[in-house]
């Protein structure tokens, strides 16, 4: 079978960026005979044949304690990186409003023709700094609501569980 890869880094589909910032590249992988190379592309979102850049992953081994979890034969292993936004676009800075799509792809060493596997897409915005902290903003006050929320059935479940325990 083809290798499974797994994006754990960016946990999203779609992810906004700044010019400057970096993007954390986390993946898992599994094959039932080994893991050959993992690579990474990144390609204009407007223009799917343009390929901006790409990149070879290192990856090792997943320790022996985790990797028995489930079928002992499969070869698992991880691999990570930090891609610099400014050095991933042909220009020097990153243009906000620019539009990417990042890929892991992996292949294994299965004879004579191997498998190869993507990942699932990661579309990348550049945004503005501005932009950026709005936004960072915005998820921060529907937590804070969240937690508020969390909290107050929390209370009301607190009483409801006095009360019983009360009469009782």
């Given at each position: ?67 028995s ?67 960072v ?30 009469s009782?």
């Open positions: 079978r083809r290798p499974e890869v797994f994006l754990l880094a960016p946990s999203h589909a779609e992810v906004d960026v700044v010019a400057g910032g970096a993007v954390p590249l986390h993946v898992r992988l599994e094959d039932d005979f080994a893991i050959a190379d993992v690579r990474w592309d990144l390609r204009n979102a407007v223009d799917p044949d343009e390929t901006l850049s790409e990149g070879i992953l290192t990856s090792r081994p997943v320790p022996r304690d985790l990797s979890l489930g079928s002992a034969s499969r070869d698992r292993q991880v691999a990570r990186t930090r891609l610099e936004v400014n050095e991933l676009c042909p220009e020097d800075v990153a243009a906000a409003g620019s539009r990417w799509t990042l890929q892991v792809v992996a292949r294994d060493n299965r004879e004579p023709l191997p498998g190869s596997s993507q990942s699932a897409p990661v579309h990348l915005r550049v945004v503005t700094g501005d932009e950026y902290l709005r936004s903003k915005d998820q921060l006050a529907r937590a804070g609501e969240r937690a508020g929320t969390v909290y107050e059935q929390g209370r009301s479940q607190l009483t409801f569980l006095q009360s019983v325990l009360a009782l």
